[in-house]
Each structure stands twice: as structure tokens, then as C-alpha cells.
């Protein structure tokens, strides 16, 4: 009904999982690219992934990105004018398209890849759709690592000499890694952190399954956040690492128009 607040299909249960294992693929890497939302600061009625960077839509550099990397199944999480979106990838065999039709979170977006996701043993690599410079080295050095440690989750995190404004990936003592903190919600020592979150992750696919159906919306913005999948995880037990793979210019998103004209700027001299 109009104006009903969407309820997200939850990941099934991993005995569901199991008595659905005949329809399971593995032996491939799946990678879900959120590009559902708008870019309200980018004053246009064209959604933001598909704004041209380097004679490009930015998304379509992420697409090429994932390609390189050897990933073989890629699914777009669409929404505001998904039309375009579609048309844009319309025929590509190894794109499928999954519809946000509420854009609550980033966690509610990969949720709606619950079919995906079901018939997927293996790992799922998750990255944003205004991200063109994510490099492929970044991605296979993050499915390396996940696949050696055998871990449940791996965060690609980047040392930065300006880490304001960016989540802080923090460690115990030991150097282990305990969580994400954003911001504006850190202590200062906390700020002094270098290592930050660049939404760019690896999940083992039924570990991130179990994880989305554990989110709540107790914060401020009553949204789910897949960034707490990786706290539920080590809650559970599970191993979760970050890995500083990710390059400077990896760093650099787009959501005005100024920082679009940065991160093209940065391409050209990238010989893209």
C-alpha cells in the first residue's frame, strides 16, 4: 500500500540455507553495487551513478572494476529513476538488477538481494556505485585475504593522512579488529585513529546472509546499516578483519558536483 513503510525480506536461516544447497552456486565471486539512490546534492534529476566522469557513467567504471578483478555475477541495487540505470546495462549477461522501491539503509539494500544471495556460496563483494576509482588490485587483494584467513567479513580499510569525516576502523591492543566507529560519534583519541572505512567489503555469503537478518534500526536515522554486520559477526564469534589495501584515490566518491569534477581530475591524471 502507498505510504507503507516496506518490510525487508529477511536472509533465510542457514538450515533454510542448507535445504536449499541443490540450488546453491558456487566457485564464483558475487558482487552487489548500491546504486539505488538519487544524489540529492547533485541538483539533477539524473540518477548520481549515471553522471559521465572521464566520457563514463561513474558506474559503469565500478562495473569494469569488478569485471578486472575476475568477479562473475554482478547485481545492481536500483531505485530512483532505475529505468536509466537499466537501460544503461541493458543485455549484459552477468548484470542483474534488484529494486530498493524504500531506500532505508544500506543494509535494507543488500537485504533486497536476498535471492541472490541465497542461490551464492561463496564470497560477496560489496561496493558503492559512485566509487570510480575503486581499483581491481583492491578487490582481488580483498578476496585473497578473505579466502587465506577464511574470514566471515573483511572491511578494505586505507591508511589516510585526512581521515575527517570518515569511520575509524578500530583495534584492540593487539591490533585485532573490534569495530567501526563513525565520526562524529568518536572520542578524540579515536579521531587520532588513520586507518578509516571505505565501504568497500568482502563477506563470506552465508555469514553476511545471517548478519543482514540480525539488523535493527535503533540509530538515529531508523535505517539499517550495513555497516554493524561486521559487529554482529564478531558478537557471534566469528572472524572479522580490515585490510588497508585500498589505494588514496580509492578514497574519493562523488556526491556534489565539485567532488565530481575531483574525481575526474584525478582519472585523467590516472590515464583513464
Known amino acids: 500500500m502507498e505510504g507503507q513503510r516496506e518490510i525487508p525480506r529477511l536472509a533465510m536461516s542457514e538450515t533454510a540455507a542448507n535445504q536449499n544447497a541443490t540450488a ?62 537499466r537501460a ?30 541465497a542461490q551464492h556460496q561463496g564470497p560477496v563483494v560489496i561496493v558503492t556505485g ?25 572491511l578494505g580499510s586505507l591508511l589516510s593522512d585526512a581521515p575527517e569525516g570518515l569511520g575509524r576502523i578500530v583495534r584492540d591492543q593487539a591490533g585485532q579488529f573490534v569495530g567501526i566507529v563513525e565520526h562524529k560519534d568518536a572520542t578524540e583519541a579515536q579521531r587520532q585513529i588513520n586507518e578509516v572505512n571505505m565501504s568497500t567489503y568482502v563477506f563470506d555469503s552465508d555469514h553476511l546472509q545471517w548478519s543482514l537478518s540480525q539488523l535493527q534500526t535503533n540509530n538515529t536515522q531508523n535505517e539499517y546499516y550495513l555497516t554493524d554486520c561486521p559487529a554482529i559477526l564478531l558478537t557471534r564469534g566469528e572472524s572479522v578483519d580490515a585490510k588497508a589495501v585500498l589505494q588514496p584515490c580509492e578514497a574519493l566518491s562523488v556526491n556534489t558536483q565539485t567532488q565530481l569534477q575531483l574525481v575526474e581530475d584525478e582519472m585523467r591524471k590516472l590515464g583513464y
Open 24 to 85: 546453491v552456486s558456487s566457485g564464483e565471486t558475487l558482487a552487489i553495487i548500491l546504486a539505488a539512490g538519487q544524489g540529492t546534492r547533485m541538483n539533477s534529476e539524473l540518477p548520481k551513478v549515471l553522471f559521465p566522469v572521464c566520457g563514463k557513467p561513474m558506474v559503469r567504471h565500478v562495473v569494469e572494476a569488478l569485471r578486472n578483478a575476475q568477479v562473475t555475477k554482478l547485481v545492481l541495487v536500483v531505485g530512483f529513476r532505475e529505468d536509466l540505470v
Open 130 to 154: 559512485d566509487s570510480p576509482l575503486i581499483q581491481p588490485n583492491s578487490i582481488k587483494a580483498l578476496l585473497a585475504y578473505q579466502q587465506e584467513q577464511t574470514l566471515a567479513c573483511v
Open 88 to 117: 544503461e546495462f541493458e543485455g549484459e549477461p552477468d548484470i542483474v538488477f534488484v529494486t530498493q522501491h524504500q531506500r532505508l539503509g544500506t543494509g535494507h539494500a543488500v537485504q533486497m538481494c536476498h535471492e541472490e544471495l
